[in-house]
Nanobody, 119 residues
Framework: VQLQAFGGGLVQAGESLRLSCIAT????????MGWHRQAPGKQRELVAN???????NYAESVKDRFTISRDNAKNTVYLQMNSLKPEDTAVYYC??????????????WGRGTQVTVSS
């Protein structure tokens, strides 16, 4: 499985961005998909994830501002980010699991897209 993320950029505080991530080379149904981020000097952290049945989970810091969704037919996951703050600045990575990844207890990762929020 290969993942490619789109939609990062430079915005001002309070503005919105929408990230997309497409999974290709898929041989087994994608189960969980998610977004993580890593700011300079910090560890990668979970932003949000979504299961194949649509169950979502968010980091406390983004609840009520970010919305994760997916299109199973397109193997695509989205992250709508509203009311962005400078502290949201990070490289955003998408992740996914299929049956094989679940059996190996690992995730597939995309290369990441930079989100920069200026104050």
């Amino acid at each position: 499985v290969q993942l490619q993320a789109f939609g990062g950029g430079l915005v001002q505080a309070g503005e919105s961005l929408r990230l997309s991530c497409i999974a290709t080379n898929v041989h087994f149904a994608i189960e969980a998909m998610g977004w993580h981020r890593q700011a300079p000097g910090k560890q990668r952290e979970l932003v949000a994830n979504i299961s194949s049945d649509g169950t979502t989970n968010y980091a406390e810091s983004v609840k009520d501002r970010f919305t994760i969704s997916r299109d199973n037919a397109k193997n695509t996951v989205y992250l709508q980010m509203n009311s962005l703050k400078p502290e949201d600045t990070a490289v955003y990575y998408c992740s996914a699991r299929d049956l094989i990844a679940t059996m190996m207890d690992k995730d597939y990762w995309g290369r990441g897209t930079q989100v920069t929020v200026s104050s």
